[in-house]
């Protein structure tokens, strides 16, 4: 092989890489889930950074954080984790809305909305486990409700619940939080973003796609996003550091849950612990269904309406309740 | 049910389930009733947090990682508006 050879694969392959897309993949909204992706890679490496100095045990996690949160540097990692966790959810939630208002789980993209149903689960997860592991009250409350919604669950209730409850959960939950769940994730995320990438983007609604843009002017876009979102989150983990609550008391109840729980802190004044889980059940099986009710190929149908309206009036009512919650004073639910 | 068994394992050796399910009870209870010299440090240091993240903030580190996120910020607003040469490629 001459090298003028070796010259033109190694074009070809480049070129390759910086295939053609669509030119609305500038837009912000058919950005927002590579910004979400990166987002997921800096939580990955503030949290395996932090697992060196974590000690997740029932005596040791909120005390280590304490020691960790006692250098500059450490307040930020931990204050830009936590931050960053909960953007991470509103991203998640962002890039759904996008893809719900564009029908952009319809035909061959289905399978790809299963995976991000999927994802955005395991991320609920995450943040849930994130907030036990610091072990402090907040930490407590959300174990206490986890154990007696558990409870509840028929046959693998017991044992699940078992599993949970001891002198052991800090580390069970550590365990969870930074190996199964980071698993789970990448077994989810890779399908997912294969089928990106087989699918193409999604096109826009009711237009055809006459403009196309280079890949790397859509990566550049995306890392733009990224510079002023988690740099914003970095310049307010310093200015706001995240809370940490004292140890947990047994008996009281007095913190709520990150923001995105807010809305199950309503729906369990309205109906009480016992019927907890039904409600995130039943928005599960809503998203599941969604590509079923809505399939047909036409952006201007009256399904396509009704999905878009009901979708933003189920949202508008959740923004409420999260506002409602975080304003009013707590509420004891645990028995 | 296929992990059953594993899970269903007592961590405290093989302890029956409601013993197991007290343990956490337990365990709270002695760290929040005690009234020991150590309890009462603990306590302090717990109630500290928002001394220690106050003085911290005071350094100069703090102002070192505010100006970095702020450059990364104005970084993210020059990739985005920047304007660059046109990379638009015509469709065919």
Known sequence: MDNNEEDTELKWSVKDFNYPVPAHAKQFGYSVGGVTFIGFILLMITGIIMTFFITPTVDGARDSIMVLSSKPWGLWLRSFHSWMSEAFIFLIILHMTRIVFTGSYRGSRKSNWFYGIGLMVIAFAFLFTGSVVKWDQEGYEAYMHAVEQVDLLPVIGPPISAFIQGTTVVMRMFVTHTIVLPLLFFLLLIPHLVLMKLNGLSPLPGKKVTQKIKLSTHIGKIFGWSFIIYGLISFLAMQYPAVLYPGPYSGTEITKPPWIFLVLYQFENWFGMKYLSVFPLLMILGLILLPYIDSKKDDYSITRKIVVWSYIIIMAIFITMIINIAITPPVKHLG | ?92
Do not use: C
Request: aromatic residues 4%.
């Open chain 2, 1 to 92: 049910m296929l992990f059953s068994p594993i899970v269903t394992m007592a961590q405290e050796g093989d302890e029956p389930k409601e013993k197991v399910e007290k343990v956490t009870e337990k365990l709270l209870q002695e760290q929040t009733q005690s009234d020991s010299p150590e309890h009462t440090e603990d306590t302090q240091t717990k109630k500290d947090f928002a001394e220690i993240t106050k003085a911290v903030e005071k350094g100069t580190v703090p102002t070192i990682i505010k100006v970095i996120s702020l450059a990364v910020i104005i970084a993210g607003f020059a990739i985005l508006y920047l304007p660059r040469k046109k990379k638009e490629v015509s469709n065919g």
